[in-house]
């Protein structure tokens, strides 16, 4: 059985120059521990694909018009499309179920809080945990993440960490709850190649020791043919 199961996703923009076909028609699904590379163009639809299983496509102008995403849980299939992606089992899914590492950290990240309080949001709305606890399991992400003295990283600001640091923050944060897919919107842009390495080394690790399910966004085929396991390759908001 898939973790997840795309059939015929269309997600359409509405502009006022006329309707933009991001997605149109794609099918896919990945497997538990697998990690599934996509790779394309610029603008061939691969972020809007992600986006439409977060539930975080801009609506409008954008909309899902056709198709079905199905997530499996515990031997129960959740089927996305059917539920708002505002409503609350929709919010309870994503970060707990499923969560994406966004492409730019420094447009994701909250520049006014701390890394800290920003992981540890997602933790006490999920897992419902004290403060302090919340605290605690943030610096033990940071750490798994290779952010070097954690305990005082955690209280800093996004613009006081290195690029190479801010992309592993996001990806403590996303993984911070435990998700069974991991959605990476080219988590290694702007990183040298030995960041490149480290972070596709801990997310290949993370997958081996947590079971988790990931689906690679990047343009790197070196990556894709390093760390997946399939690849689906898109043009014009079509898997080719």
């Not at 059917?82 to 909250?110: C, D, H, V, W």
Request: charged share 20%; proline share 5%.
């Amino acid at each position: 059985m898939p973790l997840i199961d795309v059939r015929d996703l269309k997600t359409y923009f509405y502009t006022e120059d006329g309707v933009v076909k991001a997605v149109d028609g794609v099918t896919f699904s990945i497997e538990p521990e697998r990690t599934l590379g996509v790779v394309g163009e610029s603008g061939c639809g691969k972020s809007v694909t992600a986006l439409s299983i977060m539930g975080l496509v801009p609506m409008p102008p954008g909309k899902i018009v056709n198709g079905t995403i199905t997530l499996y849980r515990d031997g129960q299939a959740v089927e996305l499309t059917q539920l708002n992606p505002k409503g609350k089992e929709y919010r309870s899914i994503r970060g707990k179920e499923m969560a994406m590492i966004f492409q730019e950290p420094m447009t994701s990240l909250n520049p006014v809080f701390t890394i800290g309080y920003q992981i540890m949001e997602a933790i006490m709305l999920h897992q419902k945990v004290s403060k302090k606890e919340a605290k605690k399991k943030a610096i033990e992400m940071l750490r798994q993440v290779g952010i070097p003295e954690p305990e005082q990283r955690v209280d800093e600001y996004p613009h006081q960490l290195s690029g190479g640091m801010r992309q592993r923050a996001m990806i403590a944060m996303a993984l911070s709850c435990n998700p069974s897919l991991l959605i990476a919107d080219e988590p290694t842009t702007a990183l040298d190649v030995t960041l490149q390495v480290q972070i596709m080394d801990l997310l290949t690790s993370l997958k081996r020791d947590e079971g988790l399910s990931i689906m690679l966004i990047t343009h790197d085929l070196g990556l894709v043919s390093q760390f997946c396991d399939r690849v689906a390759v898109m043009y014009a908001g079509h898997i080719v």
